[in-house]
C-alpha cells in the first residue's frame, strides 16, 4: 500500500533558484523530488507510487523482461530490482517464468492483477501528463531531447571507474 503523505510544501520558484546560480546535477535533484511529489500524490488512490507505476509501465510495454533488463531500464542494482519483484509477487501483481534463453534465470510479467491496477493508475496519470505537456508547449521536444543528454552524460559518470572521476 502507498503511504499518503502529507501536504506538499510550495516548491521554490524559478528565479529562487536563479538568484542561487544552482548547478544543473542540483537541479535534477530539484526537479526528481518535484516530480515524484507531484506524481505520487496523483496516483496514491490508485495504490502505486511514481516508481511502482514506471516499473509496471515498463512490464507492460514488454510481454516479460528479465530482471537485468528492469535493472536497466531503471538504473539500479539488481537488489533494488529483487526488492521490487518481491513486493510486486505479494500484492499477486507479477509472476516469475522460467527464461527459456537460459535455465538458470527467470522472467518477469504482469498478471492481470497487475495489469489492472496499472490501468487503474494510467487513468489517473494521463491528464497530468496532458497538463505537463500543456506547460511545456513547442518547448516539450527540445526539453526531452536535453533531459536524452542528460541520461547519457550521467550514465557514462555513472560507468567510469571510482577514483578515474578526480
Known amino acids: 500500500m502507498v503511504r499518503q503523505r502529507s501536504t506538499s510544501v510550495k516548491g521554490l520558484t524559478p528565479a529562487d533558484v536563479r538568484d542561487e546560480d544552482v548547478d544543473v ?16 500524490s496523483v496516483l ?9 507505476f514506471a516499473i509496471y509501465s515498463v512490464l507492460t510495454a514488454a510481454p516479460s523482461i528479465t530482471p537485468t533488463e528492469l535493472a536497466r531500464w531503471m538504473a539500479a542494482p539488481p537488489t533494488t530490482v529483487s526488492s521490487y519483484v518481491k513486493r510486486f509477487e505479494a500484492r499477486g501483481h507479477v509472476e516469475r517464468e522460467p527464461n527459456p534463453d537460459d535455465g538458470r534465470s527467470y522472467r518477469i510479467k504482469l498478471t492481470p492483477a497487475g495489469r489492472r491496477a496499472h490501468r487503474a493508475a ?17 518547448r516539450g521536444s527540445e526539453v526531452r ?8 552524460v550521467l550514465d557514462e559518470i555513472r560507468h567510469t571507474p ?5
Open 122 to 138: 494510467a487513468k489517473l496519470f494521463i491528464p497530468m501528463r496532458t497538463r505537463v505537456e500543456e506547460g511545456l508547449g513547442p
Open 25 to 40: 546535477t542540483f537541479m535534477v535533484w530539484l526537479t526528481s523530488r518535484a516530480t515524484t511529489d507531484l506524481v505520487d
Open 44 to 52: 496514491a488512490p490508485a495504490g502505486l507510487d511514481g516508481d511502482e
Open 162 to 166: 571510482p577514483g578515474a572521476l578526480e
Open 145 to 152: 531531447e536535453a533531459l536524452l543528454t542528460l541520461r547519457s
